[in-house]
Nanobody, 115 residues
């Protein structure tokens, strides 16, 4: 049973930074690409960043240059460093494999960016 547990969200002012963590169970980080997804209020869940097994990274246009995804195999954790946050970054952030599996969704972590 794969478990992905998100943490690190909170309330931050525009221009601030947060680092999200995704703690994974088992060896999933070694065998699958991992993505960070977010769901803004009233909107569909979207992919914001992903990291492949070979460590190649892709970002949504809206977060390029501000967000950085990384992975620590020793800690079995994937991170999302978010800088220069904007109010439109507000939402619940989730990690999942890429392509996603609906049975891997966790509870997410809420990020609120105030203007």
């Amino acid at each position: 049973q794969v478990q992905l547990v998100e943490s690190g969200g909170g309330l931050v002012q525009a221009g601030g930074s947060l680092r999200l963590s995704c703690a994974a169970s088992g060896s999933i980080l070694s065998i699958a690409s991992i993505g960070w997804y977010r769901q803004a209020p009233g909107k569909q869940r979207e992919l914001v960043a992903r990291i492949s097994i070979s460590s190649s990274k892709d970002y949504a246009e809206s977060v390029k240059g501000r967000f950085t995804i990384s992975r620590d195999f020793a800690k079995n954790t994937v991170y999302l460093q978010m800088n220069a946050l904007k109010p439109e970054d507000t939402g619940v952030y989730y990690c999942n494999v890429y392509p996603l599996r609906v049975d891997y969704w966790g509870k997410g972590t809420l990020v609120t960016v105030s203007s």
